[in-house]
């Protein structure tokens, strides 16, 4: 593969053009009934008391919306991922990104090379078909993008599925950056353009570890936006990434949405509270009668009817479990929770780890995230990781360290830090530069006991061949 | 003020720092009762019929959602915009961003030169106090940041109230653009960074039309994150407004939420479908018991019990009209209409202009924006601005001209074009290079228009002192 190649493979992800290209929106539904029964306008009556609320909260298409499977309470957690993906279009690059990911994973596999697939940024949640309206989660894909940094650093390929226009590994000191863009740069003598001088250093080294990412194809970039698109692709490369055995690591990082629209109670157009007809009708006899409730800019009518939107969503299934059991049953898998009360994190990272029985569960929340993260394994309490006490404040001099020191990470506290004893802005370390070489540490212990267990079989285990030959380049390159 | 101040000034929305910095999460609220009245788990029992849905859909403080004053039904749009400000907490920066408003305002005003507030990109309704998941309107903020490039370049003095990491004018070419930004940089012989000879023409024209604008503190870029700062910032900004009189001009091409969570529902954490109390208890007791639905990967149990998450929204009380009415009084105002169903576009842009009595609806498909728009003005057809055909797609050499030609932009098919019809990808003229110069041409009109009625008026006519004044200097200026 010649370097040209691998430069805008690593970077197609920019390069999709319209924001809307992966929108499952554009997408023709396998499921022709298109209906608004999710969308209901309530009027607050004065009479509906809380108890009984009135029925035109939900329209009277409620059955269809029961005897979708997406609902059914009976279910296995194998008939759930069936039913998602049979009734749900796959987007419309899953073919063309898997594929992407296949050429990647192999070439790194052949070298023996660790491979991690970092998941970074929010999904959306669509609520209409041609999307003005979504529900989005929280994410500017710090986190992510900062963690493929480190991993590219400690020697790992990395596969980068993240939220379009999210922030990007190196691209990410600039995208979002206290400076605009175009203030880093100025007018050379000749008519160049070049960076400031005041800049030039660090963008100096920005750009040559960027630069040495693409000339080791070291950086896979893949785009998603809606949760359909990020579980289509998900799903995908975990599969492609079995070939790596033990030396395949998921970092799920991305913020996933809890809750969908199944395309079948999704609508076509932007929610309006009259259709065509009716406001045609309306309109032709006195626009000043049009009840137009959802208008672009502004949404109630003369007098306020007191109109609501109500958005009801399923919840989404559980993959997790299938990515443990099924999807990449050797790699070693790693999960994000992020809380916003401090008093629950600990137990809902150690209760989602009991449940799906994977490796680790780093736990944050979102006041102190980069100040601190918990991780949460099998057997073991709950481990602070922290920016050192006296790297939490930016030097004076602006003398901008971004690598810490991993010794100093862990304090003995083991409560969340309170948000008032923290500086403002960010810290002088990124507490990423700790994270990852803690996941690495823990990913060169699985791959050891996946080893071990591997030799300690009897040698007329009966495996599968195909298992075998896995098992056997797994040590191999491990 | 000096050039530096003026830079820093003009970029300062890309130097929040945290991207939740605007969040009004981060407010102290007004109301002090929190409440999660509005997010009501409902199990799809099946015994629950659609004309009587199960009591559990809605939490029993639904009173106090309806004593809420933001959806009281008598109210006048005084009324209700007052509730409004009073409701809802200001956004940190309020007074900052009205200052500097003032300020750049001020310049220009006695410079008798026009600014334009460019309003851009999609505003959040946050679900949560701390916000972890929010709904969003689909908007990478071109329109608005192309628009204000053509406003610049039209001569006019730029507000630019944008959605923080949107689009912003001239950075839009390269932040979201088909190469990664550091595609556009190598390292010179001398340990420079520069640009490469490929993109250098392009990136110097950029450059200089935007240190150009930095240089005469034409451009000052405020941001905003949810609804609420959009419209405690819109009110701020336009009241500033009011000494240009006539030469102030309001394009609001922001995509504004129609529907939001009043402060009093709103939860202070992450929706959980217990709260923390109950997950210690039944934490203790058995973790497989308890009902985790929130999971931040994946929300439902072991057996999933079919729950769902019903959002309910209040509708954003009507502002334009107060814009017109009281606010900015005397400035022409823009707004648009953003519909996916053609049959209805020109209806609703007529239908808001009737309402709102303000200077000009443009209309504009999701799936055609790029190629048409309709301008729809008191008393005139639908009139429609759109690429001329021999411009619909980039030539072959790439040869890209960003400004159109105005007067091949008008069409006389009065209908909207099939997407079907268009071609893959962006078209090779910015459609905002017509809208701009039309526009333009209406805010001459408008400042004509004034400064005759202005001069009809009778040299007794009785109007306030202030107003007089007002109206005097729009004329010297004008």
């Known amino acids: 593969m010649t370097d040209q190649a691998t430069a805008t493979q690593a970077c197609f992800a920019c390069g999709t053009g319209s924001p809307n290209s992966l929108l499952s929106t554009s997408q023709p539904s396998k499921s022709p009934s298109v209906s608004s029964s999710t969308f209901s306008l309530s009027f607050k009556l ?22 979708s499977s997406s609902s059914r309470p009976d279910r296995t957690p194998a008939e759930a991922e069936r ?16 594929a992407q990911a296949k050429e990647f994973i192999d070439f790194h596999a052949a070298a023996g090379r660790r ?14 078909r041609q999307t003005v309206r979504f529900i989005d989660n929280f994410s500017a894909g710090t986190r992510g993008a900062t963690s493929a940094e480190y991993f590219l650093e400690n020697d ?5 599925l993240h939220r379009q226009f999210s922030l990007l590994p190196y ?14 740069l100025s007018e050379g003598s000749d008519g160049s353009v070049i960076a400031n001088e005041e800049y030039r250093e660090k963008m100096l080294t920005v750009l040559r570890k960027y630069n040495s990412a693409k000339k080791e194809n070291r950086l896979l970039t893949l785009p998603f936006t809606t949760i359909n698109d990020y579980l289509f692709v998900l799903r995908a490369v975990a599969h492609d990434m079995r070939p790596l055995g033990p030396n395949g690591l998921l970092y799920l990082a991305a913020a996933v949405s809890d809750f969908f629209v199944p395309p079948e ?8 509270s009259t259709n065509a007809t009716d406001l045609n009708r309306t309109a032709a006899k006195d626009p000043a009668d049009d009840e137009e409730v959802f208008d672009n800019f502004d949404s109630s009518p003369a007098v306020p009817r007191n109109k609501r939107l109500i958005i009801d969503l399923d919840p989404v299934p559980k993959f997790l479990k299938n990515l443990v059991d099924g999807w990449a049953p050797e790699g070693m898998i790693v999960s994000f929770k992020l809380e916003t009360d401090p008093h629950i994190l600990i137990q809902k990272a150690q209760y989602s780890l009991d449940r799906y029985q994977h490796h680790l569960v780093i736990g944050n929340l979102l006041s102190t995230r980069k100040w601190e993260v918990v991780f949460v394994a099998p057997g073991q309490p709950g481990r602070w990781i922290r920016v050192p006490r ?18 100093e990470g862990t304090e003995t506290i083991e409560r969340p830090l309170d948000p008032k004893d923290l500086p403002d ?32 079989l009897p040698r007329d285990a009966s495996l599968p061949p195909d298992q075998a030959a896995l098992l056997q380049e797994a040590v191999a390159s491990g």
Not at 115 to 127: E, K
Not at 426 to 455: F, G, R, W
């Open 115 to 128: 491979v991690v697939l970092v998941t970074s940024g929010g999904t959306t949640v669509p609520l209409e």
């Open 83 to 98: 039913d998602y993906f049979s009734e749900n279009p796959a987007p419309a690059n899953l073919e063309k990104y898997a």
């Open 171 to 184: 691209s990410r000191h600039y995208s979002h950056a206290t400076n605009c863009f175009l203030d880093f």
């Open 390 to 407: 006296n790297r939490r404040k930016k030097s004076i001099g602006g003398n901008e360290r971004l690598v810490g020191v991993a010794a």
């Open 156 to 160: 790992y390929a990395v596969i980068f």
């Open 425 to 456: 802005g960010e810290p002088e370390v990124e507490i990423e530069s700790l994270i990852i070489p803690a996941v690495e540490a823990m990913h060169t212990s699985h791959i050891k006991k996946n080893q071990e267990s591997l030799k300690s």
């Open 46 to 67: 004065p009479d509906s008391r809380p108890s009984s609320p009135s029925p035109s909260v939900f329209s009277n298409s409620s059955d269809r919306t029961m005897s």
């Open 265 to 272: 109670r999704m609508v076509e157009h932007k929610i309006q």
